[in-house]
DNA sequence: CCAAGTACGAACCGATCGGTTCGATCTGGG
DNA sequence: CCCAGATCGAACCGATCGGTTCGTACTTGG
């Protein structure tokens, strides 16, 4: 049997075509801002084949938010990872990438948050918070790693400068929190990480 | 004539009732999540008079946004100024206000940010902006009152730290952001007020 | 080669929603 | 006391939307 069929009537492979359009469509104009019908029309496919896929359009909603939110998740993680061992590079490298995608024409700030604004079922902000936590996760390593003296509390500054980062681009502009972001960011790592109790020398290695 | 007539058939008490229960309704459900009918109803009022009062549900949203956020900047700026003269009191106490606001039962986020999520709209997202514009200007003043060496930069960086905040608590949770913010923000006020061209020490007057 | 499954496309359905209209009712100023 | 204007309540309208169904056609594994 082939590996891989990539003619017409592969079910994986149309479920993929509905999810990545769905996932470009839905962020551009909002959850509610196009109907399945036009969604349909848009792939070329009919609302047959997309409601045997996903069931319900909350369904395909769910599935393209997850999908994404594990996509941006392990893009942060690896543009952390791409900087190298210190932890300040990475985090640098983290805001600098979120400050990339902010100047992206298609950029309408974090797509889950704006989901959970959106759509009032659990079903949906349970996502957004999955994500904020997997965010969380991100930070509050590379705070361990730098020694903060309380990483979790670091690490939740961070988050709430990456969400504030990403909301105030969203309706300022991206220039508005060029190079603000980033260096919040490490002053706040540069704080964490300095010996409070004696004088106002940081204490490196 | 009399100054002010409490009974029915008064345009202006009218007007302010609706505008009153839809800010509430509109804030607790989302704008799309409460029809213009049930709205009607909870008010008490007929379908008629709210449409020659606001015109399309559109005006009556924007409305009750636009009165929202003046209403949120006072506050915020009542909140600082009671707090003295000295400009970190200020600024904690914004951020022990907005924590205060967190543990709300009914907080569910900024209205104006959500409402724009909502509402793709520029009509609408324009009062968020101008929302943000009103919250940057109370930071920067501040920043500036503070002897920051960059004011607007670390008025942007405030900014991104109460709307970080703000989504953090919606959807974590108010615990998640109590005690962070506060600290984060007296933090970059630390660092943007210190000197930093010499040694560590800070120089206060 | 054939049966099973995939897919199309179009029609269809029920519900909801924003907005309009109209006759009846009530209030207050002149 | 009476008319203008505010308000009600309910019916009504057109559009949209999520979701279903069906007849047809095509691909493919066995």
Redesign the interface.
């Known amino acids: 049997m082939p590996v891989t069929k990539g003619s017409t009537l592969d079910p994986a492979r149309t479920r993929a075509t509905i999810l990545e359009a769905a996932t470009v469509l839905l962020y551009a ?2 959850l ?2 196009v109907g399945v019908a036009e969604l349909c029309s848009s792939v070329g496919v009919s609302k047959e084949t997309l409601y045997r896929h996903f069931g319900t359009k909350d369904g395909l909603v769910r599935e393209v938010l997850e999908a994404r939110s594990e996509r941006v998740s392990r893009w942060l993680a690896d543009a952390a990872s791409a900087a190298g061992d210190d932890p300040a590079a990475q985090l640098a490298a983290v805001f600098d990438a979120l400050q990339q995608w902010y100047y992206e024409p298609v950029f309408r ?1 974090c797509a889950m ?2 989901a ?3 759509h ?1 079922v659990e079903a949906v ?1 349970s996502i ?2 999955r994500h ?2 997997r965010h ?1 996760e991100l930070l509050t390593g590379i705070a361990t790693r730098a020694g903060a003296a309380d990483p979790d ?1 670091l690490g ?2 961070l ?7 990403t ?2 681009a969203e ?2 502009g991206a220039a ?2 060029d ?3 980033r ?2 960011a490490l ?2 790592l ?2 964490a990480t300095t010996d409070v109790s004696a ?4 204490t490196p290695p």
């Open positions: 104009r909002g509610d801002g700030g948050v704006n959970a604004a959106q009032h902000r957004t918070g904020l936590d969380l509390a939740r500054q988050l709430m400068l990456v969400e504030g980062a909301i105030v309706h300022r508005s929190t190079g603000h972001a260096r919040a002053t706040l540069a704080a004088d106002g020398r940081t």
